[in-house]
Antibody
């Protein structure tokens, strides 16, 4: 059974940093592209970042480019999102999602809540 | 970026009746070389992550009830739920995967009347 479990969310002050993790199981992690997607009541679902199976290809949304860094450790079957210079508008539930052969997001984690507030 | 716009924002339908949700993209998501529409529909129930229902505009994922159907091409798409069940109460999102950034519609909340 495919499972994705996020962790690392919490409360942080504006300007602070957090590192999210996504532990994968039930599939050959290195064979799949992975993404981070966040959800806010105001902006709905927003794609943030993509990483190829090898980690060699990475994309970011303009809203997080230069502040967030996606990475993966295939040996540990884990996906990461390093978030720096956090802003109030980064408050959201953050999901990791498995991409199905460059198309849809077939599997999602349960999400981890990030709250940026003073 | 491709902007996805859904309508309505919410709708209330009686049990057993039809629910129809529209999704319009700001540019085509039809890839001419393979004649495929790069459009997906997701269902999100309260407290849960989105679940993929339909890909390629009209292909149901395994295990999705056949009361869910997708149609449309180019820039205009529709998700239809025939004979609405209580379990279908959720927010539904369309998403294009034609290009990066992948973008989602704002969501349509389906409730029971």
């Amino acid at each position: 059974e495919v499972q994705l479990v996020e962790s690392g969310g919490g409360w942080v002050q504006p300007g602070g940093s957090l590192r999210l993790s996504c532990a994968a199981s039930g599939f050959t992690f290195s064979s799949y592209e992975m993404n981070w997607v966040r959800q806010t009541p105001g902006k709905g679902l927003e794609w943030l970042s993509y990483i190829s199976g090898s980690g060699n290809t990475i994309y970011y949304a303009d809203s997080v480019k230069g502040r967030f860094t996606i990475s993966r450790d295939n040996a540990k079957k884990s996906l990461y999102l390093q978030m720096n210079s956090l802003r109030a508008e980064d408050t959201a539930v953050y999901y990791c999602a498995r991409e199905e052969m460059a198309t849809t997001y077939g599997y999602w984690g349960q999400g981890t809540l990030v709250t940026v507030s003073s | 970026d491709i902007v996805m716009t859904q309508s309505p924002d919410s709708l209330a339908v009686s049990l057993g009746e039809r629910a129809t949700i529209d999704c319009k993209s700001s540019q085509t998501v039809l890839f001419i070389s393979n004649n495929k529409n790069y459009l997906a529909w997701y269902q999100q129930k309260p407290g849960q992550p989105p679940k993929l229902l339909i890909s390629w505009a009209s292909t149901r994922e395994s295990g999705v009830p056949d009361r869910f159907s997708g149609s449309g091409s180019g820039t205009d798409f529709t998700l239809t739920i025939t004979s609405l069940q209580a379990d279908d109460v959720a927010v539904y999102y369309c998403q294009q995967y034609y290009t990066t950034p992948r973008t989602f519609g704002q969501g349509t909340k389906v409730e029971i009347k």
